[in-house]
């Protein structure tokens, strides 16, 4: 069975930092790119990051580019989101999901990521 | 950047009925279009990719048409369990992925 399970979601002030993780389990992680999605309270979907299977390609939403960083330790099994210069309206659930097909095919339960000012 | 729009915002039906989503993309995506059923307090659930073809688990009642710019989803014989908010997603012109705004599906 897939699992994908998010850690490290918090309140944060403006400004700050918070590292977000993944694990899989269920199937062979290191074939699989990986996205990272979030929900705002109360609102839609938006994609906000994808990795290779490999780590050779990374992408970004312009909404976070130059302060969110993916990356993955296929030995570990995990991904991760580091994200920097938190704003308020990066608050939001974060989700992390299997890629596959160009969808996001299996999802976690996601963590909350609170940004106050 | 490809903007997907989906219409109504809410559909108000009950438990029996066809109900059918909509979705637009703001150029052509081909047959590049997914769409996510998401219920209160759950992560989204793929539903269908390809525009038509079922993820793994999900009932023949759900079913998808159209391309290019234009897609439907329908739901036939709506079950409670159907209550949800559907999303549509292009992954035609990518990055970003880009999903519509959700159409609420309520009692």
């Known amino acids: 069975e897939v699992q994908l399970v998010e850690s490290g979601g918090g309140l944060v002030q403006t400004g700050g930092s918070l590292r977000l993780s993944c694990e899989a389990s269920g199937f062979p992680f290191s074939f699989y790119p990986m996205n990272w999605v979030r929900q705002a309270p109360g609102k839609g979907l938006e994609w906000i990051s994808y990795?290779?299977?490999?780590?050779?390609?990374?992408y970004y939403a312009d909404s976070v580019k130059g302060r969110f960083t993916v990356s993955r330790d296929n030995a570990k099994n995990s991904v991760h989101l580091q994200m920097n210069s938190l704003r308020v309206e990066d608050t939001a659930v974060y989700y992390c999901a299997r890629y596959g097909g160009g969808n996001s095919v299996y999802w976690g339960q996601g963590t909350l990521v609170t940004v106050s000012s | 950047e490809i903007v997907m729009t989906q219409s109504p915002a809410t559909l108000s039906v009950s438990p029996g009925e066809t109900v059918t989503l909509s979705c637009r993309a703001s150029q052509s995506i081909s047959n590049n279009l997914a769409w996510y059923q998401q219920k209160p307090g759950q992560a989204p659930r793929l539903l269908m990719s390809?525009?038509?073809i079922r993820a793994t688990g999900i009932p023949a009642r759900f079913s998808g048409s159209g391309s290019g710019t234009e897609f439907t989803l329908t739901i036939s014989s709506l079950q409670s369990e159907d209550f949800a908010i559907y999303y549509c997603?292009?992954?035609?012109?990518?990055?970003?992925?880009?999903f519509g705004q959700g159409t609420k599906v309520e009692i």
């Open positions: 390809g525009v038509s």
């Open positions: 997603q292009q992954s035609f012109h990518w990055p970003p992925w880009t």
């Open positions: 990795i290779s299977s490999g780590s050779h390609d990374m």
